[in-house]
């Protein structure tokens, strides 16, 4: 059987390929090879562009240089395919702001195409999206610790409000873009038939993210950690998350393929996986033995200050579950950062040091 991954050649999405390559799966992986969230990182952007391709093109997976803002293109290489998974993106808010056409076509008119290649081949689909979607609304609802944000109920669920920006935050072009692409992947599947789903992920991490300050945060504080670079907080610290690992991301596209139901599905850690930034630095420190030396920026407009995933739709319709607890992943994620020092402009040698 055979997948196309959009995006596949990303963080998400080459784990994406991984997990259906170890299922025995014939892999196509479509990406530009555009990282515009690189530039920004000061790592060394041509070898990290093609670091994630190179490992994909060991384990087998076809690569294919292309856009999904060409359909026809698009349309050819879905041919044959019994499954897409949609993890191309603009992906950071701070992008969104200063490039909104850029924004708008990968997220708007990207995601259009493949769901009309999806309906035109007759395949099933899932479509990243993000919790970004609700908007800064939570923000209103917050009561806060020495440590973090918290909320009564713990969980937000799929049925809660999106793009509402209540008293404490903006809607940003990244917000109307992912807003936008669920309403077209709701459309294709309630009016055309189209299997098609909406992964809503929040606080993905793990081996292969380049993370920076504006996308990645848990990758971001790593490799600064491991580097013995200053990090920014922007705000207060306390902002929450329940981070996700990579892998457990990337099997609820397999739990989807083995079960198409359409819809739109939270997909994170749940109150399990729930980390303040804080919490998060401090973890890291512990798990490096590394002390990182923090700053603290502006709060930045749009950004959500707390979100855990209410998980009963997903893991009563799909049978998904997060397995990698935190310590366990972060863990993971930083013996990679040490072993690929290079990569982010050090040495391994100087990496290793605490």
């Not at 850029?102 to 099933?124: C, E, M, Q, W």
Request: proline share 4%; hydrophobic share 35%.
């Amino acid at each position: 059987m055979k997948i196309l991954v959009t995006g596949g050649c990303g963080f998400l999405g080459s784990h994406v390929c991984e997990t259906f390559r170890n299922e025995g799966w014939e892999v196509v992986s479509y990406d530009n090879m555009t990282k515009h969230e690189l530039n920004r990182t000061g790592f060394r952007t041509d070898e990290v562009r093609d670091y994630n391709a190179n490992i994909l093109r060991n384990m087998g997976v076809e690569i294919v240089k292309a856009d999904i803002r060409n359909r026809e293109e698009l349309l050819e290489h879905t041919s044959g395919c019994r499954f897409i998974a949609h993890t191309a993106a603009q992906p950071a808010m701070t992008i969104s702001w200063e490039d909104p056409d850029l924004d708008f076509t990968s997220n708007v008119v990207g995601t259009f195409n493949v769901l009309t290649a999806a309906r035109k081949h007759k395949i099933p689909i899932a479509s990243c999206s993000s919790v970004h979607v609700y908007g800064p609304w939570i923000n209103d609802t917050l009561k806060e610790d020495k440590t973090r944000f918290t909320r009564e109920p713990l969980s937000i669920s799929e049925n809660d409000h999106t793009m509402n920006p209540g008293k404490s935050g903006l809607i940003s072009p990244l917000h109307a873009s992912k807003a936008s692409a669920e309403h077209y992947v709701k459309t294709f599947a309630d009016m055309f038939g189209v299997k098609a789903a909406t992964f809503r992920y929040t606080g993905i991490y793990g081996t292969r993210q380049f993370g920076g300050e504006d996308h990645g945060w848990v990758a971001n504080f790593s490799i600064r950690n491991i580097m013995h670079w200053p990090l920014t907080v922007f705000g207060t610290g306390k902002q929450l998350r329940d981070i996700l690992y990579a892998g457990d991301a990337a099997s609820a596209f397999l739990a989807y393929q083995r079960n198409p139901v359409p819809g739109t599905y939270n997909i994170g850690g749940g109150p399990k996986h729930m980390i303040s930034l804080l919490e998060c630095i401090e973890l890291i420190d512990k798990l490096s033995g590394n002390k990182s030396e923090v700053k603290f920026g502006p709060k930045r407009d749009g950004d959500l200050s707390y979100f855990v995933c209410n998980m009963e739709r997903v893991s009563n319709t799909l049978n998904w579950y997060p397995k990698v607890l935190p310590e366990e992943g972060i863990s993971i994620l930083l013996s990679w950062i040490k072993e690929n020092a290079e990569l982010f402009g050090g040495s391994s040698q100087k990496a290793s040091g605490s």
